[in-house]
T-cell receptor
Framework: KQEVTQIPAALSVPEGENLVLNCSFT??????LQWFRQDPGKGLTSLLL?????REQTSGRLNASLDKSSGRSTLYIAASQPGDSATYLC?????????FGKGTRLSVIA | EPEVTQTPSHQVTQMGQEVILRCVPI?????FYWYRQILGQKVEFLVS????????KSEIFDDQFSVERPDGSNFTLKIRSTKLEDSAMYFC?????????????FGPGTRLLVL
């Protein structure tokens, strides 16, 4: 059974800092790994999707990497801004629909 | 940009009552999903739906739950007799061709509170 873990659970950084969020999964037989953003009390906004055959995806200041063999994905945020404050979720898609981690709650302090 | 919509945004109900949560998936999508997130916990898969039938469901999705596509646009989740532990945020999602290898697009959620 797939288990997804995200570390750290919470992170607070000053504005402008580069940061890395970590996601690990137990079953490497995935089709893709998806990163979402969730603002308090709101829905899920898809940020990046990495297919199992890919190693990374980039969108603006965001870069997500995937290492299937080690069961890890990272989300790199460059030059963080207060507007980046949110909870970031990763989710693995395999033989079962999306399995989510608990998320990392990010606070970017101006 | 097309998006998934959900109504209502908030619902308060008494234990034992029936609730219906509504979703309008993206118009050309064929696969639909319900997930839920209990406060402070992970988002959990409930059910997937394709071609007017359930394609997969989790152990959470017991006989109290049902899904339906009553017309060409709506996708509903019904909880027959709500329990306190059904209080959660319920998310609808859709994808064009299926869960494996494809982006799922999520709606804003319905926050259900059972008293």
């Amino acid at each position: 059974k797939q288990e997804v873990t995200q570390i750290p659970a919470a992170l607070s950084v000053p504005e402008g800092e580069n940061l890395v969020l970590n996601c690990s999964f137990t079953d490497s037989a995935i089709y893709n790994l998806q990163w979402f953003r969730q603002d308090p009390g709101k829905g899920l906004t898809s940020l990046l999707l990495i297919q199992s055959s890919q190693r990374e995806q980039t969108s603006g200041r965001l870069n997500a990497s995937l290492d299937k063999s080690s069961g890890r994905s990272t989300l790199y945020i460059a030059a963080s801004q207060p507007g980046d404050s949110a909870t970031y979720l990763c989710a693995a898609s395999g033989n079962t629909p999306l399995v989510f981690g608990k998320g990392t709650r990010l606070s970017v302090i101006a | 940009e097309p998006e998934v919509t959900q109504t209502p945004s908030h619902q308060v109900t008494q234990m034992g009552q029936e609730v219906i949560l509504r979703c309008v998936p993206i118009s050309n999508h064929l696969y639909f999903y319900w997930y839920r997130q209990i406060l402070g916990q992970k988002v959990e898969f409930l059910v997937s739906f394709y071609n007017n039938e359930i394609s997969e469901k989790s152990e959470i999705f017991d006989d109290q739950f049902s899904v339906e596509r009553p017309d060409g646009s709506n996708f509903t989740l019904k909880i027959r007799s709500t329990k306190l532990e059904d209080s959660a945020m319920y998310f609808c999602a859709s994808s064009a061709q299926g869960a494996k290898g494809e982006t799922q697009y999520f709606g804003p959620g319905t926050r259900l509170l059972v008293l």
